[in-house]
Structures are given as structure tokens and as C-alpha cells.
């Protein structure tokens, strides 16, 4: 099927009117997220991968929130809005409207069934069209089928009817071979049908499953085709279901990365959004995170204890539990342990960004380090860069935010605070504790010394009675019996 640039025999409508109300959320269901993708977002990636002709979405529940995202996942689609009337049944029939007269084949994909594989659904509609079925629905058999509609045969195998969870008996209830919400159809007998079902259910709703008897009524074939793989048909009905979903996705795509060359050691600690890429010969350590649009280079090393979210990762970069959001690491650059980058953070090849550093909308030059215990932000560091511990960019005066700059081939000594907007110029060196207000000339040498004054007895005579007085008491006339001693050997 998906030889053909597009198949015009098939059509897809992908359901996504429903609110979901076991998911207890304010989110549509179709809009929670696994892998990096909304539900619905997956579902419309295997529906294009089958090159239909057309492609329709029917909305209602937070209909504009739902609109937005399914477009932004396939601009192409058609967007159709169910009426008043609740049911798969009726956002069915609405669509088939949208389709006019088409009188190929329909597959109906359900929003909240994201774990569905090509393969699956090639084989499904092939099955469809080799048995001249008007109808045939996708199953699966599963040890536990509560809340999923039960596939009914009669006696001979065929398939009589569908029954949801709410609607079903004692005996009915107890079939594991559950519907996946997923069907083809010959367009002219769902068209013929569809109006014919009613709403004399426990919901009130026209369920596009009744048809499947009314198909059988009339004397047409209707067909099953089950899935090789139960898993790939669950749908997401509450949290828990979710989060299976998501486990069963990241497992498949941990697997096909480690197919294509790269080292996981702990793919049950390792989650990679289905967004992300990743070259041969990367190595991702235990406890990682690589979510949405992240790209890690060749020979790359990310974790453990590592989170990194829309960033960019060079060739032969190492990042050690480090937490990072649209950032970009250069190649053969060094990040962690325990850094954190924030959006705007460019990090040039072979820089570091080290122990305990925040970094925010900041360019780190080539070959630059800024080791430990600082915070960069609205920077930019030229090349060959050292900046000693401690350093601060003081970048907000309490209104606005400034930019600090700092040359090429810059030390600094320690405890350093850069005072926005500030300039220090290349090759310029600045004194341990020194507060920069002022440029900086190249060359120069920045300090900012005030001469060291004590104040004797200052901590007995305003801490008397603290334990810092006591001991500094008995210092103090040790001390001068030992200038006395020597005055007296004198």
C-alpha cells in the first residue's frame, strides 16, 4: 500500500471529538502527551503513512485547542466539527459528509489509539479488501479487557456484534478479545448504515459500533483482523493506561535507536521522545531524558542522571548529569556534572561548561571554560576564555536586563561579579574578588582592592558570652603570655 505515492481507494477519518472523562483532566484526552507527540499526533503520523487520499478529523471537545494541534501535526487535514449529537456513530457520519462521494475504502482510527503500527494497518486494510468485507474491524486479545468495547462471535467465528464495557453482560464482559476502535469500511455500505444507528445505550450516545450488526443484518460480511501484536491496539482511556502507552512506545523507539548504532545501557531508565535523533556510536548513560526535538552527534556521550530538552549536541560532546532546554553544545565540548542550561546557552567546540553552572542566553566562545559555581546570563565569551570560580554576570538592574561581553583569551580570578553592561577587553585579566563596573581596556589588569582593616577585640566586646568570645578571649592571652615569654628571653 504505501508503494503508491497515494492511494486513492482509501480514505481516513480519526476521531477526536471526545472529552475523555476517566483521564480526570482538563486537557483533551487526544492532547496528552507521550513520546513528544500528542496521542492524536501519533495516530495522524501512521495515517499519513499510509498515503491516503484524504485525511478528516472530527473535533468537538475543546474543539479550538484540538483543532490547533492536530494542524500543527498534519497541516493538511480537514477539520470537521461534530454537531450536538454525542457518539463515534455520529462524528463518523459527519465526516463521510466532508467526503462526499467518495466510494473507496474508510479507515476510522481512533485519536486515543497512539501505539498502532504500520504494518498492522496495512495488513488490516489488505485483509479488508482480499475478503470483499464491507466492514472489517481490528482486535486484539488481552488478559485484561475492562473498559475496552468486547469483540462478540457467533457461533461459526464470524463476528456478530460489538459490545462496549458499559453495555456488556456477566458473559459478555468476561471476552478478552477487546475492538481497538479501529475499522474499514466500503464507503457506499457505511453510507447506506450509518444513519441507521440510534442512541438506546447506557450512554445515550450513537456508537459507531452498532453498525457492525446492522452490516450483519443486512446480509454483508463483516471481518476481523487481529493484531499480531496486543499491545500496538491499546487505546488511552485513564492516567494508568497512559502511562503504559507511553512505557510500551519508548521501549520500541529505545530499541530502534539501539538498532541504528547507538549504546543505551539501561533502557529502562532512558526515555527518548520519538522527535529526537540520534547518530551512530552515541552512548547514552542510565537516568536520561532526550525529549522532543534534540539532536545528539556521532560519538556523543549523554548521562547519566542527564536531562536534555530541544538542544543540540556536537561530536564527541560529553554531558554528565546535567538538566538543558534549547541549548547547544559544541562539538568535543564538556558540560557537568550538576550544570544547568537554559534557553539562549551556546556552548563553542571544546569549551566547558562546568560544576554547579547556570547558564542563560550566554555564547561561550570556542575552547572557553567557565568551570564551577557560576551563573552566566546575556553573555557573550569570546575564545580561549578561563573564568575562575565563582563568577557572575549581574545581568538585571531591577528593570531591564543587560549584556555583558567578554574578550578573546580572558582570565579571571575567582569570585568575580561583571556588573551589566559591562566589556572586557581581549586579553585582559581581572583579580581574585574583583567587581568589574567599569570596561575593561585589552590587556589590562582589573582590580578592585580595598585596603584590609582589623578591628581588635571587636568579637568579645559586641559577642560577649558567645562561644566565638570565649575562644577568641583565651587566643588572646595565650597570645600574650607568648609575646611576654619572649621578651623575657629577650
Known amino acids: ?24 483532566s482538563s486537557i483533551p484526552k487526544v492532547l496528552h502527551r507521550i513520546g513528544g507527540r500528542p496521542l492524536v499526533g501519533h495516530v495522524l503520523d501512521i495515517a499519513y503513512a ?6 478528516v478529523v472530527v473535533v468537538r471537545h475543546e474543539r479550538d485547542q484540538v483543532a490547533a494541534a492536530v494542524l500543527d501535526s498534519a497541516p493538511d487535514v480537514v477539520v470537521v466539527d461534530q454537531d450536538e449529537t454525542p457518539g463515534t456513530g455520529r ?20 485519536g486515543d489509539v497512539p501505539l498502532l503500527e504500520e504494518a498492522t494497518l496495512v495488513n488490516l486494510v489488505r485483509a479488508h479488501r482480499d475478503g470483499a468485507a464491507a466492514a472489517t474491524v481490528l482486535s486484539a486479545d488481552v488478559p485484561d479487557a475492562t473498559g475496552y468495547g468486547r469483540v462478540i462471535r457467533a457461533a461459526d467465528g464470524a463476528v456478530q456484534r460489538i459490545v462496549e464495557q458499559k453495555d456488556a453482560t456477566a458473559d459478555e464482559a468476561s471476552v478478552s478479545e477487546i475492538n481497538a476502535g ?10 447506506a448504515h450509518i444513519s441507521l444507528v440510534g442512541t438506546a445505550n447506557a450512554q445515550g450516545e450513537k456508537y459507531l459500533t452498532d453498525i457492525v450488526a446492522l452490516l450483519r443484518a443486512s446480509g454483508l460480511t463483516v471481518a476481523v483482523s487481529s493484531a499480531p501484536d496486543a499491545a500496538t491496539a491499546l487505546g488511552v482511556n485513564d492516567r494508568v493506561q497512559l502511562s503504559e502507552a507511553a512505557r510500551v512506545l519508548n521501549a520500541r523507539t529505545v530499541r530502534r535507536w539501539q538498532l541504528e548504532g ?31 526535538a534534540t539532536v545528539i552527534a556521532e560519538g556523543a556521550t549523554v548521562g547519566p542522571d542527564t536531562s536534555l530538552v530541544d538542544c543540540e549536541v556536537g561530536e564527541w560532546a560529553t554531558v554528565t548529569r546535567a538538566d538543558a532546554t534549547l541549548a547547544v553544545i559544541g562539538a568535543s565540548a564538556t558540560v557537568g556534572p550538576f ?5 539562549g546557552t551556546y556552548l563553542g567546540d571544546k569549551g566547558k561548561i562546568g560544576t554547579f553552572v547556570e547558564t542563560k542566553n550566554s555564547t561561550i566562545g570556542e575552547r572557553s571554560k567557565v568551570p564551577h559555581l557560576s551563573y552566566i546570563g546575556d ?9 575562575g570560580a565563582g563568577a557572575i554576570t549581574a545581568n538585571y538592574d531591577d528593570i531591564a536586563k543587560h549584556r555583558t561581553e567578554i574578550g578573546d583569551e580572558v582570565h579571571t580570578g575567582s569570585h568575580n561579579v561583571f556588573v551589566a553592561p559591562v566589556r572586557v577587553g581581549d586579553g585582559a585579566k581581572t583579580g581574585a574578588g574583583a567587581v568589574i563596573r567599569k570596561d575593561v581596556p585589552a590587556g589590562a589588569l582589573a582590580l578592585s582592592v580595598a585596603p584590609q582593616r582589623n578591628i581588635e577585640g571587636w ?4 559577642r560577649p558570652g558567645t562561644g566565638a568570645a570565649d575562644v577568641a578571649a583565651r587566643a588572646r592571652s595565650a597570645q600574650k603570655a607568648d609575646d611576654g615569654a619572649q621578651e623575657e628571653d629577650g
Not at 1 to 24: F, H, P, S, Y
Not at 91 to 110: K, N, P, Q, R, T
Not at 182 to 191: C, H
Open 91 to 110: 462524528a463518523v457520519e459527519m465526516a463521510l459528509d466532508e467526503l462526499g462521494g467518495f466510494d473507496g475504502d474508510v479507515l476510522v482510527l481512533s
Open 379 to 387: 553573555t557573550t565569551i569570546g575564545t580561549g576564555v578561563n573564568l
Open 339 to 343: 550544570a544547568y542550561l537554559r534557553p
Open 50 to 55: 499510509l498515503s491516503p487520499e484524504r485525511v
Open 262 to 292: 547507538v549504546t543505551i545501557l539501561d533502557p529502562a531508565t532512558t526515555w527518548i521522545d520519538v522527535t529526537a535523533k540520534l547518530a551512530p556510536d552515541v552512548t547514552v548513560l542510565p537516568n536520561t531524558h532526550i525529549l522532543r
Open 1 to 24: 500500500m504505501t508503494e503508491n505515492i497515494v492511494d486513492t481507494r482509501l480514505a481516513v477519518i480519526v476521531l477526536a471529538a471526545g472529552q475523555g472523562t476517566r483521564m480526570k
Open 182 to 191: 479501529v475499522y474499514v469500511f466500503q464507503a457506499p455500505a457505511l453510507r
Open 459 to 462: 568579637v568579645e566586646t559586641n
